[in-house]
């Protein structure tokens, strides 16, 4: 039982170069969610999908795009790289019907030189 | 609106002694919320939630909180520390209808032997 998954764990990137970051989940919820963690900030919401087929921004989309590929994953695109989206990045889960947990994958971390 | 405030950025404890993580929240609705774990390069874990049960929650390794709704408060103890108790905690509140986050900038936990 995975959970969630991201991957890579780890990267490195050139400023303006483009990358996806994938996250799949195993637990057949419907939202699914991208963070980035900087330090003492806790996390900020970058895009969230409620359910399939639906993507909505969230507190910090600028730079990104995502795309909601099917129930279980959830990508996330820098097309043009920059320094300041030097962050890890959490893609996370839940089921519907209010509030309810999150479940986290372990993150990515990422460097643009 | 709702928002989050840990009131402490780190907190030093010995083994054995108790452990309190100060939170205060602001929300515009009846609340729901939850206290997240995160040791070193790992995502987050829940540790505990509240859904307008019970005012006393108990979660996972001998964690407790209480919402107190008169002092928007819902402090996170521990009677006696372990050193795997070492971590960041992320008090979190939601007011959302379908389960949006909020999160405090993080407490980070040190537990000396």
């Known amino acids: 039982n995975a959970g969630v998954t991201q991957t890579p764990k780890f990267q490195v990137l050139k400023t303006g170069q483009s990358m996806t970051l994938q996250c799949a989940q195993d637990?057949?919820?419907?939202?699914m969610y991208w963070y980035r963690q900087d330090p003492g900030m806790g996390l900020r919401l970058i895009y969230y999908?409620?359910?399939?087929?639906?993507?909505d921004k969230g507190e910090v989309p600028n730079g990104y795009n995502v795309s909601r590929l099917n129930k279980r994953e959830f990508s996330l695109r820098l097309e043009s790289a920059a320094p300041s989206q030097t962050s890890v990045y959490f893609c996370a889960s839940s089921g519907t019907g209010g509030p309810r947990a999150q479940h986290f994958g372990d993150g990515t971390r990422l460097s643009i030189l | 609106a709702q928002s989050v405030t840990q009131l402490d950025s780190h907190v030093s404890v010995s083994e054995g002694t108790p452990v309190l993580l100060r939170c205060n929240y602001s929300?515009?609705?009846?609340?729901?919320l939850f206290w997240y774990v995160q040791h070193p390069n790992k995502g987050l874990q829940l540790l505990l939630k509240?859904?307008?049960?019970?005012?006393l929650v108990k979660g996972i390794n001998g964690f407790e909180a209480e919402f107190k709704k008169s002092e928007t408060s819902f402090h996170l103890t521990k009677p006696s520390a372990h050193m795997s108790d070492a971590a960041e905690y992320f008090c979190v509140v939601s007011d959302d209808s379908w389960g949006k986050l909020q999160f405090g900038a993080g407490t980070q936990v040190v537990v000396t032997p």
């Open positions: 637990m057949n919820h419907n939202s």
């Open positions: 509240y859904t307008s049960a019970a005012t």
């Open positions: 999908s409620a359910s399939e087929g639906t993507t």
């Open positions: 929300s515009s609705y009846s609340p729901s």
